[in-house]
């Protein structure tokens, strides 16, 4: 004999909402009222409704979905005024028309929300990859037209080119390490993934390298030294940035991906060992002349010397060496092994 389950529901404008009774339920059978049985149960809605239903069972009942053909507020389930005795308002989810009312409107306010903040985040997107893809455009750019006025130069002028690269470069140079302060800012801020000890590091030292030891002293200007530092810092330039910019539309060169995080693994050091170079070279010069020196009260009578300062300064440079090299080992490391991963 066919038993008829307990049946709840509700409604929304659009919607009728029914929830059966019926636990373990499968297909037609369920433990409901009268224990595991076979369950059925008809009604005659009040309105026509969309052949479409869609129904979820759970351990403890069965939730069923139907569409009104038309929107609005039904005054009773069933065509009959008196409803069946298996049929009960769903009070968990029961709401009257006026409730129903701000219920749609709330829906719809959030969904206004929600699609004015993915606008608003769309935009900031845009505009964030705008200036990113602008920033390493214009670092390219300026590295790019170092490495290569030195690369033309060294094989017109040969070694007499050395001598004069500070003369020669300094602008641009100069130019592209103080626009390279955006980085630190970039990953302090938030605006591109990343570590900002690293990035500060490399800033800050180059910077000091290029705005103390060669930018205060004109005796400095002269030595082959600064082509050595200028053209290891463009040579890791050229690759990175252009990485970068294909980076902002998710875009990959294989064979640049592979030079920008290898590349660095013989220039980075190389690079490194011509500005100690350079500061060694500074240390007499410093001394002698007494530039920057750090003055001391009357009563001791002397000063100390700036020179002193840079022997420190060269051991905070192995420091961060080995800091930022294990920064870009791991990386690398990370970028080829998720890649690996990938393809298998």
Known sequence: MTL???????QRHEEIYLRVELTDAQVTRGHGAKGQNEYEFRLEFLSPVKPEVSHKSTQRQVNITVRKEQRGWWE?????????????????????????????????????????????????????????????LVQFLGFSWIFVNMTVRLFIFGQDSLYDTFHTISDVMFFCQILAAVEVLNAAFGVVRTAVVPTLIQVVGRNFILFIIFGSLEEMHHQPVVFFVFYLWSAIEIFRYPFYMLGCFDTEWKTLTWLRYTIWIPLYPLGVLAEAVAVIQSIPIFYETKLFSIPLP???????????????????????????????????????????????
């Open 4 to 10: 008829t389950p307990l049946v709840y529901w509700a």
């Open 76 to 136: 009773r389930l069933t065509v009959q005024e008196r409803k069946p005795v298996f049929l009960a308002p769903d009070f968990d989810r029961w709401l009257d028309e006026s409730d129903a009312e701000m219920e749609i409107r709330e829906k719809e306010e959030k969904r206004n929300k929600l699609k004015a903040l993915r606008q608003k985040e769309e935009g900031f997107v845009s505009l964030k990859t705008g200036f990113l893809f602008v920033y390493n």
């Open 298 to 344: 009357k009563a001791i009578g002397t000063s100390i010397s700036f020179s002193y300062i840079l022997h420190l300064y060269l051991v905070l440079m192995f420091l961060g060496l080995f800091i930022n090299f294990r920064h870009l080992y791991k990386q690398r490391k990370r970028r080829f092994r998720t890649k690996k991963r990938k393809a298998n």
